[in-house]
């Protein structure tokens, strides 16, 4: 079994930046791709940031490219997403996953809201 906890969500203002964290814990496999979606009230979940298990391939949604960015720590079952130049339609709720042997894991989401 596979948990996935993310933490450092909250209030913040537009222009502003936070960090998110994400470790995922039990039947953790070194091949392993990480990431974070999102999802806003009243619409669908919606990818954010990908990253490989190296850490040397990242993937962004269009709407977060060169604002947010994806690493990995040096536990590879641990992943950040960096997010800066917030804008209002980033408030969302962002969900951090991980795939394990094609298997996708999930953890409970963290609140994010930008608003003055």
């Known amino acids: 079994q596979v948990q996935v906890v993310e933490s450092g969500g909250g209030l913040v203002q537009p222009g502003g930046s936070l960090r998110l964290s994400c470790a995922a814990s039990?039947?953790?496999?070194?091949?392993?791709?990480m990431g974070w979606y999102r999802q806003a009230p009243g619409k669908q979940r919606d990818l954010v940031a990908s990253?490989?298990?190296?850490?040397?391939?990242?993937n962004y949604a269009d709407s977060v490219k060169g604002r947010f960015t994806i690493s990995r720590g040096n536990a590879k079952n641990t992943v950040y997403l960096q997010m800066d130049s917030l804008k209002p339609e980033d408030t969302a709720v962002y969900y951090c996953y991980t795939i394990q042997r094609g298997t996708v894991y999930w953890g409970q989401g963290t609140q994010v809201t930008v608003s003055s």
């Open positions: 990253i490989s298990s190296s850490g040397g391939v990242s």
């Open positions: 039990g039947s953790i496999f070194s091949d392993n791709r």
